[in-house]
């Protein structure tokens, strides 16, 4: 589905103002300078959602079927970058795979 | 209970027999390592140690037996491997220590035979093989391994720099930044532990600076003790897209190291790995959404599901009852099957698929306008036409057809549901002027006035209209709107100027030069400057009109013709005003005094031309008579010094003028200057047989050499041009002046012979022989439509058997065309004497008879 509503982080029910916020947002912590395919995805979902017109059609035209990071998304979204400890620093020092 | 040994894969090899010599030996082992037989090579450099020592077999043996252990290591036969190494080992000097083996060991938690390892290799002097050795202890340091320490001289560097190499491990786990530059800096560049450096700036900069992360990754070699280090954070730089493919080939604890580094929480972990662990076909992923729907949410599910079993209907929907998912409505179905038309790519398909889902929905309820179901009906209605372009198409071609028709009125009535889409008004108000339905155009564009009368596509679109149906007073008010608005806009203003000067030639045409003189007055009110000379030249006709071709008209064209330079120009200009009022256009060029005019020179022919593209850009054409009288004149002025790049430019505006003597004259001058130039090896050829349908073997060499050419020079454009022309016209064997032996049919008295009827009269031969003698032989295939295969097989039996069999065998053809169209059979005639023969006439030169007219020699 591409879906946009989970690539601005915003709930399927968002009107315009949310949206028009979640995008800018977006935007400023992915610029494109600095991510590109992120702020690409980002200017997608935007154009798709923008309007109450574009939501409509969106839903009614759309036909890309869901992937599994999407259901991943919903489910456990990816959180802030981590650092590993360093027992995972240790495993891989050591060779394992 | 003691394990059975596995019978050997390979029988094992025994001596070398006695017969084969040590040479012969030496050399099978050689062959044995290089093609991998590692056991069998062992085999055969024990055998030849036992019969001497010789460095290489020692070194051939080291090799293989590392091989051999690299294979057991692989297999996860560690121990075995050891022992392999062991024995390698055991050859001394020849057999330096490798890292491979230090791995082995270390993984085996040797740590003090890696160490011993090490210590080993110094005093051999192989830096790379230290160097490898000791980055190896280093990771094996770092990760806490306390045998390392035991084993090393204490200014060791592997425990030297570890301190800070540690210290750096320790700062970046917690986030310290500072404390982690300053560890860094303790670690120089000829360090065991300068991969590990690498790694750890690349992964301070993965989030801020992913392009820099990677260039430092990339430092860090494949065969470092670092690489799974390196392999992780190269997997967290992955765009999303990309990671499915790239996690499933990677090992757990470099995926785990990633993840986090991606910010993968353990219930994302988890999932993934649930659902990688099942495989991630739709029917699999149907399940996993299905079973997580109460957080997924319902609507969210269904939906997904429809899309996943879109793709394969109805095959696919057995994959919902395994899931547990209800089956699809009928208005899902319908929805499925607009899907599926949007795919398959076919109008016809789309129109009837969403039309039918716009049915399904309007039969549900009338919705109310203004709701989400209005609106979802409005956009159905329309959807098809944005799918497949149908009325943009329709539109351009200028006729209705059905299927638009149909769209149009659909689009139409969405609408009543949805009113406020201004570009639905546009569309289908220039759909209709394109097809000239000029008042269902007025009614949605005037609609959309209405609605947005400072719109200024809906002002643009409103203006095309108002000119296309000649209302010059609304037009002038709509262009004064858009100008109120956007004071720049050159388009309104060039399209109303040019409105008003057609309006004028028209009233010229009909004779009202008071009317026309009206019209100029606007022009010139909003043309300005830069649109003076055109509507100076159309009211030097409205005097000459005015003057019912008297002395006062000649004067005046003749002051116009002097104005514009009294050459080219001239005529191009006063001629295509001529022509567009109607007038006479060889009395006004004599008139003007450019009956005979001569070219002005090099700036004469460029601002003719230059007219010409102008009138050709406007999407105008150049009348036939203007162009056969300006050819003459064109062609005179092909002598002069033009650039290269001036001459291709002339040849062009020539090509889209269609004046093609006028361009095989400048593309033959060109090529007299530029010997073989491709470009104007193509427009010669274009010019001299556009509209005909074979050409000379000459001419057509002469373009596969300018193919060749054009391919070498890297010119695109003309390699694309000159294989369009050689397809068109496609092997010599076309050509009726490629076979110098057809001259034979120019003399009739070489057909004597088909008038000898008196034994066997045949009319059909007689009719055959005719046709041959009057059209040629490759006019006459032409004309039967023969493809190139049966003309080939035509001209083999001329080579061959002559013309009579030539001629026998066409009969055989045409006889079977004739009687297919029902003619009456030809009566015999009388029999007469046969009249004596004529004298012989000259034979006519080549080509002077079958040539087309218009078709000149090239060159």
Same mark, same amino acid.
């Given at each position: 589905?591409?879906?946009?509503?989970?690539?601005?982080?915003?709930?399927?029910?968002?009107?315009?103002?949310?949206?028009?916020?979640?995008?800018?947002?977006?935007?400023?912590?992915?610029?494109?300078?600095?991510?590109?395919?992120?702020?690409?995805?980002?200017?997608?979902?935007?154009?798709?959602?923008?309007?109450?017109?574009?939501?409509?059609?969106?839903?009614?035209?759309?036909?890309?079927?869901?992937?599994?990071?999407?259901?991943?998304?919903?489910?456990?979204?990816?959180?802030?970058?981590?650092?590993?400890?360093?027992?995972?620093?240790?495993?891989?020092?050591?060779?394992?795979? | 209970?003691?394990?059975?040994?596995?019978?050997?894969?390979?029988?094992?090899?025994?001596?070398?027999?006695?017969?084969?010599?040590?040479?012969?030996?030496?050399?099978?082992?050689?062959?044995?390592?290089?093609?991998?037989?590692?056991?069998?090579?062992?085999?055969?450099?024990?055998?030849?140690?036992?019969?001497?020592?010789?460095?290489?077999?020692?070194?051939?043996?080291?090799?293989?037996?590392?091989?051999?252990?690299?294979?057991?290591?692989?297999?996860?036969?560690?121990?075995?491997?050891?022992?392999?190494?062991?024995?390698?080992?055991?050859?001394?000097?020849?057999?330096?220590?490798?890292?491979?083996?230090?791995?082995l060991l270390l993984r085996l938690g040797q740590s003090a035979a890696a160490t011993a390892l090490y210590r080993q290799a110094q005093p051999l002097g192989d830096e790379a093989a230290i160097a490898a050795?000791?980055?190896?202890?280093?990771?094996?340091?770092?990760?806490?391994?306390?045998?390392?320490?035991?084993?090393?001289?204490?200014?060791?560097?592997?425990?030297?720099?570890?301190?800070?190499?540690?210290?750096?491990?320790?700062?970046?786990?917690?986030?310290?930044?500072?404390?982690?530059?300053?560890?860094?800096?303790?670690?120089?560049?000829?360090?065991?532990?300068?991969?590990?450096?690498?790694?750890?700036?690349?992964?301070?900069?993965?989030?801020?600076?992913?392009?820099?992360?990677?260039?430092?990754?990339?430092?860090?070699?494949?065969?470092?003790?670092?690489?799974?280090?390196?392999?992780?954070?190269?997997?967290?730089?992955?765009?999303?897209?990309?990671?499915?493919?790239?996690?499933?080939?990677?090992?757990?604890?470099?995926?785990?190291?990633?993840?986090?580094?991606?910010?993968?929480?353990?219930?994302?972990?988890?999932?993934?790995?649930?659902?990688?662990?099942?495989?991630?076909?739709?029917?699999?992923?149907?399940?996993?959404?299905?079973?997580?729907?109460?957080?997924?949410?319902?609507?969210?599910?269904?939906?997904?599901?429809?899309?996943?079993?879109?793709?394969?209907?109805?095959?696919?929907?057995?994959?919902?009852?395994?899931?547990?998912?209800?089956?699809?409505?009928?208005?899902?179905?319908?929805?499925?099957?607009?899907?599926?038309?949007?795919?398959?790519?076919?109008?016809?398909?789309?129109?009837?698929?969403?039309?039918?889902?716009?049915?399904?929905?309007?039969?549900?309820?009338?919705?109310?306008?203004?709701?989400?179901?209005?609106?979802?009906?409005?956009?159905?209605?329309?959807?098809?036409?944005?799918?497949?372009?149908?009325?943009?198409?329709?539109?351009?071609?200028?006729?209705?057809?059905?299927?638009?028709?149909?769209?149009?009125?659909?689009?139409?009535?969405?609408?009543?549901?949805?009113?406020?889409?201004?570009?639905?008004?546009?569309?289908?108000?220039?759909?209709?002027?394109?097809?000239?339905?000029?008042?269902?155009?007025?009614?949605?564009?005037?609609?959309?006035?209405?609605?947005?009368?400072?719109?200024?596509?809906?002002?643009?679109?409103?203006?095309?209209?108002?000119?296309?149906?000649?209302?010059?007073?609304?037009?002038?008010?709509?262009?004064?709107?858009?100008?109120?608005?956007?004071?720049?806009?050159?388009?309104?203003?060039?399209?109303?100027?040019?409105?008003?000067?057609?309006?004028?030639?028209?009233?010229?045409?009909?004779?009202?030069?008071? $009317?026309?003189?009206?019209? #100029? &007055?606007? %022009? *010139?009110?909003?043309?300005?400057? +830069? /649109?003076?000379? @055109?509507?100076?030249?159309?009211?030097?006709?409205?005097?000459?009109?005015?003057?019912?071709?008297?002395?006062?008209?000649?004067?005046?064209?003749?002051?116009?013709?002097?104005?514009?330079?009294?050459?080219?120009?001239?005529?191009?200009?006063?001629?295509?005003?001529?022509?567009?009022?109607?007038?006479?256009?060889?009395?006004?060029?004599?008139?003007?005094?450019?009956?005979?005019?001569?070219?002005?020179?090099?700036?004469?022919?460029?601002?003719?031309?230059?007219?010409?593209?102008?009138?050709?850009?406007?999407?105008?054409?150049?009348?036939?008579?203007?162009?056969?009288?300006?050819?003459?004149?064109?062609?005179?002025?092909?002598?002069?010094?033009?650039?290269?790049?001036?001459?291709?430019?002339?040849?062009?505006? $020539?090509?889209?003028?269609? #004046? &093609?003597? %006028? *361009?095989?004259?400048?593309?033959? +001058? /060109?090529?007299? @200057?530029?010997?073989?130039?491709?470009?104007?090896?193509?427009?010669?050829?274009?010019?001299?047989?556009?509209?005909?349908?074979?050409?000379?073997?000459?001419?057509?060499?002469?373009?596969?050499?300018?193919?060749?050419?054009?391919?070498?020079?890297?010119?695109?454009?003309?390699?694309?041009?000159?294989?369009?022309?050689?397809?068109?016209?496609?092997?010599?064997?076309?050509?009726?002046?490629?076979?110098?032996?057809?001259?034979?049919?120019?003399?009739?008295?070489?057909?004597?012979?088909?008038?000898?009827?008196?034994?066997?009269?045949?009319?059909?031969?007689?009719?055959?022989?005719?046709?041959?003698?009057?059209?040629?032989?490759?006019?006459?295939?032409?004309?039967?439509?023969?493809?190139?295969?049966?003309?080939?097989?035509?001209?083999?039996?001329k080579r061959e058997q002559g013309t009579d069999g030539l001629v026998d065998a066409l009969k055989v053809l045409i006889g079977e065309k004739l009687n297919g169209l029902g003619l009456p059979t030809l009566?015999?005639?009388?029999?007469?004497?046969?009249?004596?023969?004529?004298?012989?006439?000259?034979?006519?030169?080549?080509?002077?008879?079958?040539?087309?007219?218009?078709?000149?020699?090239?060159?």
């Amino acid at each position: 589905m591409n879906d946009p509503y989970l690539v601005l982080g915003v709930p399927p029910d968002a009107d315009d103002a949310a949206i028009h916020a979640a995008y800018l947002a977006g935007i400023k912590r992915y610029p494109p300078d600095r991510d590109p395919q992120r702020f690409e995805a980002l200017r997608t979902a935007y154009e798709a959602v923008r309007t109450r017109r574009d939501r409509l059609a969106h839903a009614l035209f759309d036909a890309s079927p869901p992937t599994l990071g999407e259901v991943l998304d919903k489910l456990a979204p990816a959180g802030e970058a981590r650092r590993p400890d360093a027992a995972l620093f240790a495993a891989l020092l050591k060779g394992t795979p | 209970m003691k394990k059975q040994r596995k019978p050997l894969p390979f029988p094992k090899p025994t001596a070398a027999p006695s017969i084969e010599s040590v040479e012969d030996t030496a050399g099978a082992a050689r062959r044995d390592l290089q093609a991998g037989r590692f056991r069998e090579a062992i085999n055969r450099y024990k055998d030849l140690l036992k019969q001497g020592d010789a460095p290489d077999w020692r070194h051939g043996l080291a090799e293989a037996y590392a091989g051999r252990a690299g294979e057991l290591t692989e297999k996860g036969m560690l121990k075995e491997a050891l022992v392999i190494w062991d024995n390698r080992r055991q050859l001394g000097e020849a057999a330096s220590p490798s890292p491979v083996h230090a791995d082995l060991l270390l993984r085996l938690g040797q740590s003090a035979a890696a160490t011993a390892l090490y210590r080993q290799a110094q005093p051999l002097g192989d830096e790379a093989a230290i160097a490898a050795l000791g980055a190896k202890l280093a990771a094996h340091f770092l990760a806490g391994d306390p045998g390392i320490a035991e084993g090393l001289a204490p200014d060791d560097p592997i425990l030297v720099h570890g301190t800070a190499a540690r210290a750096a491990l320790a700062a970046y786990c917690a986030g310290d930044a500072q404390a982690l530059a300053a560890s860094l800096a303790g670690i120089p560049f000829r360090s065991p532990y300068r991969d590990w450096a690498q790694i750890l700036k690349a992964l301070q900069r993965l989030s801020e600076q992913p392009e820099a992360a990677k260039t430092l990754l990339a430092r860090v070699a494949d065969g470092s003790a670092f690489v799974n280090l390196r392999r992780a954070a190269e997997l967290a730089l992955v765009p999303e897209a990309d990671l499915a493919a790239r996690l499933t080939g990677a090992g757990e604890a470099v995926s785990r190291f990633a993840l986090i580094l991606r910010g993968w929480g353990d219930e994302r972990q988890a999932l993934w790995q649930e659902a990688t662990r099942v495989g991630s076909s739709p029917q699999r992923l149907l399940r996993l959404m299905y079973r997580h729907r109460a957080r997924l949410g319902e609507d969210w599910v269904r939906q997904g599901a429809l899309r996943l079993v879109a793709g394969d209907l109805p095959r696919s929907l057995s994959w919902l009852q395994e899931a547990g998912v209800k089956r699809p409505t009928p208005a899902e179905t319908a929805l499925m099957a607009g899907w599926q038309a949007d795919q398959a790519r076919s109008p016809g398909r789309i129109v009837g698929a969403w039309h039918h889902y716009a049915d399904v929905l309007g039969a549900e309820a009338e919705p109310v306008r203004g709701s989400d179901a209005a609106l979802r009906l409005a956009l159905v209605q329309r959807h098809a036409d944005r799918q497949a372009f149908i009325l943009q198409s329709a539109g351009a071609s200028g006729e209705a057809g059905e299927l638009d028709q149909v769209v149009a009125a659909t689009m139409g009535r969405s609408l009543i549901h949805d009113p406020d889409d201004t570009d639905i008004y546009l569309r289908l108000g220039t759909y209709y002027r394109q097809i000239k339905d000029f008042k269902e155009a007025r009614h949605f564009l005037g609609a959309a006035l209405t609605r947005w009368p400072d719109d200024l596509q809906v002002l643009t679109a409103s203006l095309d209209l108002a000119l296309a149906t000649n209302a010059f007073k609304k037009a002038t008010g709509l262009a004064r709107s858009i100008l109120d608005l956007d004071p720049i806009n050159t388009g309104a203003r060039e399209r109303l100027v040019k409105a008003h000067i057609a309006h004028a030639r028209k009233q010229i045409r009909a004779l009202r030069t008071d $009317l026309a003189m009206k019209e #100029l &007055d606007q %022009a *010139r009110e909003w043309g300005g400057e +830069a /649109a003076r000379e @055109r509507i100076e030249l159309t009211a030097a006709f409205i005097s000459v009109v005015g003057a019912r071709r008297s002395d006062r008209g000649t004067e005046v064209l003749r002051e116009q013709a002097e104005r514009l330079g009294g050459g080219l120009r001239a005529s191009l200009a006063l001629g295509m005003e001529a022509v567009a009022v109607g007038q006479p256009l060889t009395l006004v060029l004599r008139q003007a005094g450019l009956a005979k005019a001569k070219h002005g020179g090099r700036e004469d022919l460029l601002a003719c031309l230059a007219r010409l593209r102008t009138h050709l850009d406007g999407g105008e054409r150049l009348s036939r008579d203007l162009g056969a009288s300006l050819q003459g004149q064109l062609k005179a002025a092909a002598s002069l010094d033009l650039s290269a790049q001036e001459a291709e430019g002339v040849c062009e505006t $020539l090509r889209r003028g269609a #004046l &093609d003597e %006028a *361009r095989l004259a400048f593309a033959t +001058a /060109a090529l007299r @200057r530029w010997r073989g130039a491709p470009r104007f090896e193509f427009h010669a050829f274009e010019a001299r047989y556009r509209g005909a349908r074979w050409a000379k073997d000459n001419d057509l060499d002469r373009i596969t050499s300018a193919l060749e050419r054009a391919q070498e020079e890297g010119d695109n454009r003309t390699v694309h041009r000159l294989e369009e022309l050689l397809r068109e016209f496609g092997a010599p064997f076309f050509s009726p002046h490629g076979f110098d032996d057809l001259d034979d049919f120019d003399d009739p008295d070489d057909l004597d012979d088909f008038d000898d009827f008196d034994d066997d009269f045949d009319p059909i031969r007689i009719v055959v022989a005719n046709l041959v003698q009057s059209m040629g032989l490759d006019g006459l295939f032409n004309m039967l439509g023969l493809d190139p295969k049966l003309k080939r097989q035509f001209q083999e039996i001329k080579r061959e058997q002559g013309t009579d069999g030539l001629v026998d065998a066409l009969k055989v053809l045409i006889g079977e065309k004739l009687n297919g169209l029902g003619l009456p059979t030809l009566p015999r005639p009388p029999r007469t004497p046969k009249p004596p023969k004529p004298s012989k006439p000259k034979k006519k030169t080549r080509g002077s008879d079958e040539d087309p007219p218009d078709q000149m020699d090239l060159f």
